[in-house]
């Protein structure tokens, strides 16, 4: 049952229809979408039966069923994630509204657990610098496994309040807010939220939306994009917080081009994707551009990061593709991050809480590498590293941390694969095989 108070709320916002609204969400239909990782997989390569394309989104595809994701090897090695179709039209916004081949830096402020940022990583090129930050401290973990998981080199995770950015004014190119919100357009898919809903928290979720948005807004560049979004219907949540933006800040409302058959509905400020027109869940998106704010500002001379000597750097690059990155050591662990980015990378990391960076390659002991598990999954990986491919009991028993049965050639650390797609290390020793799936990630349920 909907909130009693939701529906009258609703009335006379573009594109409802209360009675197909009502309908659509006691049909107990369910939608099920991924959206690919374009650096390890295409949508040529899912095999699930096709839904369809989702139609904003390049890579995102419908699944006409729901398959379980826990026992798809594939799903482990960060080839795809799941992920609720309207969302994906962030990536219009971002196509439409800037021009994604130049370097830039990008903030995705509310970000965990990591759907939109691992979008916007596949969206931007390597020149640029992805931020994505989580304050809410345990929700930052699953964000980092899914940035590990999507494998890329560009992107720097952070647990901070907005208000921890102020020294980053004028910094960032495009900033992200999905902001945390009511959540009503979700009520299909969990129903438990309903009982959570109210008007209000919709005024609490509303003021903080404010909140957001004013503290972190000084640190988007001149001419720079804003992306706001949530999962809630409430205007209040959605047009009423765009216009307070456009009052009270120099911003613009920048208009998308939609296509007719997609039906998503043009707010006058905004675009709402109602279940009832779109194959996909509530969804709002605004985009707007900061017409005034200070030109660029040069980073200021940081501390330098710890570093590796001569020999280090060559235990760490005969395990690397690329010879044009730096190495930072925090603790014992070293972690690599490309030279063009090495500068934005340290400063973020004396003035916020970069809870990850790079890639995270390992730790040197005996003069040797002992791998990351970020290191198998991710781009930068060595192709000379030996890899072992599994069959798909195998790599399940592996994804579970327990014995797999092979017998490899040499001894040491490997990668083990499945169907191409590494899943991460063991190491061979003369009577065993020791398996470094890291245990906070295996699968504990038994069967499908
Ligand atoms: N962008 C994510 C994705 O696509 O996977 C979903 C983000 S969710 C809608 C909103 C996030 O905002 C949550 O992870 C929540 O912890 C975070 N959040 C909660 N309070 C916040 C605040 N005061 N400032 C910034 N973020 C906040």
Known sequence: MLPEELLPSLEGLEGFDRDAFIKVHASGEKITSIRVNPQKFSIEDVEFSSGGKVPWSRYGVYLS???SFTFDPLFHAGC????????????????????????????????????????????????????????????????????????AENVVVTQNDPKEFSSLKNYFDVIVIDAPCSGSGLFRRDPDAINEWSLNNVMLCSLRQQRIIADILPTLKKEGILVYCTCSYSKEENENICRWLMDEFKVQDLKLKIENNWN??????????WPHRVKGEGFFLACFQKIIGDDDMPLKKVKNQVQLNKKEQAIISNWLKSDSLRFIKRENNVYAVPERHFMDVSHLMQLLQVKYAGVEAGGIMHDKLIPAHALALSNLLSDSISANPLDRDNAI??????????????????????????LGWINVLSNRINNYYPKELRILKENV
Not at 264 to 273: I, L, T
Not at 404 to 413: A, F, Q, S, V
Request: aromatic share 8%.
């Open 65 to 67: 069923d729901r398959p």
């Open 80 to 151: 795809y994630y799941v992920q609720e179709a309207s969302s994906m039209f962030l990536e219009q916004a971002l196509s439409q509204s800037v021009d994604l081949l130049r370097p830039l830096k990008v903030l995705d402020l509310c970000a965990a657990p990591g759907g939109k940022s691992t979008h916007i990583q596949s969206l931007i090129s390597k020149e640029s610098l992805l931020v994505s930050n989580e304050v809410i401290r345990s929700r930052v973990p699953v964000l980092k496994d899914n940035i590990i998981k999507w494998g």
């Open 264 to 273: 998503v509905v043009e707010s006058p400020v905004g675009y709402r994707f």
């Open 397 to 422: 028993e592996y994804l579970k941390k327990k014995e797999i049965h092979m017998k490899p050639e040499m001894k040491g650390w490997q990668l083990v694969q499945y169907e191409g797609h590494a």
